[in-house]
């Protein structure tokens, strides 16, 4: 048998075609989210919604709790960036895209310390902090979790976030057996690159001339 097809497609033979129908429309909003993103577009918040949503229902069955908290933040965050994106102030756009200012610095850092002892706490709590996939998962939701927050208030270093965070997501969710969601992050990589170069063209191009 083909090892990319063991990897990605045999393990759907034991899940229902609802899950596989759920999983590959998440995956592909999730996907068209991203890129809505790399575009700056608000379009990211409504798409990224629908897909976080489905994934809080596919996660939790996995037994993800890290990934399956992270993606309920993502849901209610969106509504948050979604607000701050389409401030805007005589006319013009209030917060266009910018790096992190010496505060933000430091509340990315609290944020991600205490989204870790969060976390953790809550795998130990329910006895599931000897799963290998623990303390990868709980670094994952700590570095997406500050990714998003910082995205919603459209600082370019959130893609630094995201990027380490799909690399390290790829193999976590490949032996899950949710083979879709890691192809997906494997395009993720691939889009958040590409979102940071593009972001970084903006936001020096927004800069002005002395």
């Not at 006895?127 to 290998?132: F, M, P, Q, R, V």
């Not at 993720?188 to 590409?194: C, R, V, W, Y």
């Amino acid at each position: 048998m083909n090892p990319i097809f063991d990897f990605l497609i045999a393990p759907y033979e034991n899940y229902s075609l609802l899950h596989i129908t759920l999983e590959l429309v998440a995956v592909v909003l999730g996907l068209v989210s991203v890129w809505f993103a790399k575009q700056d577009n608000i379009l990211v918040y409504p798409s990224g919604m629908i897909s976080t949503g489905i994934f809080v229902y596919l996660l939790l069955q996995a037994g993800l709790i890290g990934d399956f908290m992270i993606n309920a933040n993502y849901f209610i965050m969106s509504i948050y960036g979604w607000y701050f994106w389409t401030r805007r102030k005589e006319g013009k756009i209030e917060h266009p895209i910018a790096r992190m200012n010496s505060k933000e610095k430091r509340v990315w850092f609290i944020l991600f310390m205490i989204i870790l002892l969060f976390v953790g706490g809550i795998y130990i709590l329910f006895d599931k902090w000897k799963d290998w996939s623990a303390p990868l998962d709980t670094f994952t939701t700590a570095l997406f979790f500050v990714g998003m927050w910082l995205m919603a208030r459209k600082k370019i270093e959130h893609w630094i976030f995201w990027i380490v965070g799909d690399i390290i997501s790829i193999p976590l969710y490949l032996f899950k057996e949710l083979g879709l969601t890691s192809l997906q992050y494997i395009i993720f990589t691939i889009i958040a690159i590409f979102g940071y170069i593009q972001w970084k063209k903006i936001l020096n191009n927004s800069k002005p001339i002395a």
